[in-house]
């Protein structure tokens, strides 16, 4: 079974203050792993997308890394508004229904 | 503008009265899905439909039925809703195999 799991649960950052963000993941032949940014109340927005170990993608201040067995977020020198939850999530290669298997996600809170 | 949307955006209702939650996509995707999200338990997949008149259980489908007669629409129905299906949902659409994009979400509470 497919499991991804998120850490720190909470990151309380000073802006400016660079950090990562870690999700571990078990797959049996991962076809992509997802990041999404998540505000309150609202439906996930789609980050970035990662197929294979090595990859790197960058967006404004955020970095997402992939290895054989995890991918980082790095947020470097944030800003009150990258405050958000950011989800991990995998989706197998054989997996029935384009399925997505999420992690717990990171409740980010950048401070000014 | 490409989008997901679902209605209502919150609803309050009692133990056993029948309610659909809709969700309508204009980006002409195959693939259309219902998420629930609880705290402690992240997003977990209840139905999935892969195109019109197809669909399938995900790993929650118990108290819930979908149906997908159009390509655009992907309702979720709660024939006879309980308090635990207190939650708040989400439908993603997306290309087969490729990004799926969510709506903003419905937060329901079941009295």
């Known amino acids: 079974e497919d499991q991804v799991t998120q850490s720190p649960e909470a990151l309380r950052l000073q802006e400016g203050e660079s950090s990562s963000l870690n999700c571990s993941y078990t797959?049996?032949?991962?076809?992509?792993l997802f990041w999404y940014r998540q505000d309150p109340g609202k439906g996930p927005e789609f980050l970035f997308t990662?197929?294979?170990a090595g990859e790197e993608k960058e967006k404004e201040r955020l970095k997402a890394t992939l290895t054989k067995k995890e991918s980082f977020l790095h947020i470097t020198a944030p800003k009150p508004e990258d405050s958000a939850t950011y989800l991990c999530a995998v989706q197998e290669g054989k997996a029935a229904g384009n399925k997505l298997t999420f992690g717990g996600g990171t409740r980010v809170l950048v401070k000014p | 503008e490409a989008q997901v949307t679902q209605n209502p955006r919150y609803l309050i209702t009692v133990t056993g009265k029948k309610l659909t939650v809709t969700c309508s996509q204009n980006m002409n995707h195959e693939y259309m899905s219902w998420y629930r999200q609880d705290p402690g338990l992240g997003l977990r997949q209840i139905y999935y439909?892969?195109?019109?008149?197809?669909?399938d259980k995900g790993d929650v489908p118990e108290g819930y039925k979908v149906s997908r007669k159009e390509k655009r629409n992907f309702p979720l129905i709660l024939e006879s809703p309980s308090p635990n299906q207190t939650s708040l949902y989400f439908c993603a659409s997306s290309h087969y195999q490729e990004t799926q994009y969510f709506g903003p979400g419905t937060r329901l509470l079941v009295l």
């Open positions: 439909s892969m195109n019109v008149e197809v669909t």
């Open positions: 990662l197929y294979s």
């Open positions: 797959v049996s032949g991962l076809r992509g």
